[in-house]
C-alpha cells in the first residue's frame, strides 16, 4: 500500500510540473492558482459534507490547518509557478529536492527529532549535484534571467518545509486527511485571490484547450488526490521517509521536460541528477 501511495505521488507531481508549464506559457499565474484553489476547495467540501464525512475542524487546530493550507496549497503555488516561467520545470523540480534536509533542520528545531548522520553527508552531495545540473547554464543565468527561477524554486522548498512541519503537528492530532486537505484549501484561497488583486491581473479563465486540460489535473490529480497520497505517507511513515518521494519526483519531471520542453542533458547534468538522488537517498536512509 506504501509503495503504490509512493509511486503515484511522485509520478502525479511529477506530471503536475508539465501542468504547470501548459498553464504559465498561456496566462499569469496568480489566476491560476487562485482558480485551481476555489474548484478544489468546492468539490472536496461539498463531497465530504454532503456524504457526512467531514467531522469538523476545532478552533485549536484551525490555526495549524490553515498554516498547512496556505503554504503548501497557495504560497507554494504561487512562487514556484513564476519559477517555471524561467528554467524548465523539471530544473524547479531538481531545486524542490532541498526540501528534504529542510525537513530535517525543522522536525529538530522544533520537534526535537535528532538529525540523521545521513543529512550532513547527504545535503552537501545533493548540493554538489545541484550545482553540476546548472553548471552548463551558470553563464547564461544572469543575462536571460534564469537565475530567478533558481531563487524562487529554493524559496519554494522552504515554504514546503514549514507547511510539513504543520503537516507533522496535524498528523499527531489525528485530524483526518481528506477533511484536512478541504479546509486546507479553503484558508489558502485568501492569499491567491489577494495575488491577483495586488498583482492587478484579475482573475481570467483562459478558454486555451490546454490550460483548460492542465487546470482540471491541477484541481483532480494534485489538490485533491497527490495530497491525499502524501498526506497519508506522511501519516503512515513520518515526514522524513515520506519525503523520500522528492528523489524520484525530479528524475521523471526532468524525463517529461526532456519530450514536451525540449531539455537538452549534458554529462554534468546526468552526474547532477544522480548525486542529487545519492545525496538525498542518504539524508533520508542513514540513521546513525
Known amino acids: ?21 501548459l498553464q504559465v506559457d498561456v496566462a499569469p499565474a496568480a489566476p491560476a ?10 468539490i472536496l467540501q461539498v463531497a465530504l459534507r454532503a456524504t457526512g464525512r467531514h467531522p469538523g475542524t476545532r478552533a485549536r487546530d484551525l490555526p495549524f490547518v490553515a498554516m498547512q493550507g496556505v503554504a503548501l496549497f497557495s504560497a507554494n503555488n504561487l512562487v514556484l509557478y513564476e519559477a517555471v516561467r524561467h528554467i524548465a520545470s523539471g530544473l524547479v523540480a531538481l531545486v524542490m529536492a532541498s526540501v528534504i534536509p529542510l525537513n530535517a533542520v525543522g522536525l529538530r528545531l522544533i520537534y526535537g527529532v535528532p538529525f540523521r548522520r545521513g543529512v550532513l553527508v547527504g545535503a552537501p552531495i545533493a548540493a554538489v549535484g545541484l550545482a553540476l545540473v546548472f553548471l552548463p547554464e551558470w553563464d547564461t543565468l544572469a543575462r536571460v534571467g534564469a537565475w530567478k527561477g533558481v531563487v524562487l524554486g529554493a524559496a519554494g522548498s522552504v515554504i514546503v518545509a514549514a507547511g510539513n512541519m504543520a ?28 495575488a491577483c488583486v495586488v498583482q492587478g491581473v484579475g482573475m481570467p479563465f483562459p478558454r486555451d484547450a490546454g490550460w ?22 506522511q501519516a503512515r511513515m513520518g515526514p ?10 525530479p528524475v521523471i519531471a526532468l524525463g517529461i521536460s526532456t519530450v514536451v520542453e525540449g531539455y537538452r542533458w549534458t554529462l ?21
Do not use: E
Open 240 to 249: 522524513d521517509r515520506a519525503a523520500f518521494v522528492l528523489v524520484l519526483v
Open 167 to 194: 503537516a507533522v503537528r496535524n498528523a499527531r492530532a489525528g485530524l483526518p486527511t481528506f477533511p484536512l486537505i478541504a479546509d486546507g484549501l479553503v484558508c489558502a484561497i485568501p492569499l491567491a485571490v489577494g
Open 1 to 21: 500500500m506504501n509503495a503504490g501511495l509512493f509511486l503515484a505521488t511522485a509520478v502525479m507531481w511529477a506530471a503536475g510540473w508539465v501542468a504547470t508549464r
Open 212 to 233: 483548460i486540460g492542465a487546470f482540471a489535473y491541477q484541481v483532480l490529480g494534485l489538490s485533491i488526490l497527490s495530497f491525499w497520497c502524501y498526506f497519508t505517507l
Open 268 to 288: 554534468p547534468a546526468i552526474l547532477g541528477v544522480a548525486l542529487v538522488a545519492a545525496g538525498n537517498v542518504l539524508a533520508l536512509g542513514w540513521r546513525r
Open 33 to 42: 492558482v487562485a482558480w485551481r484553489l476555489v474548484a478544489a476547495a468546492v
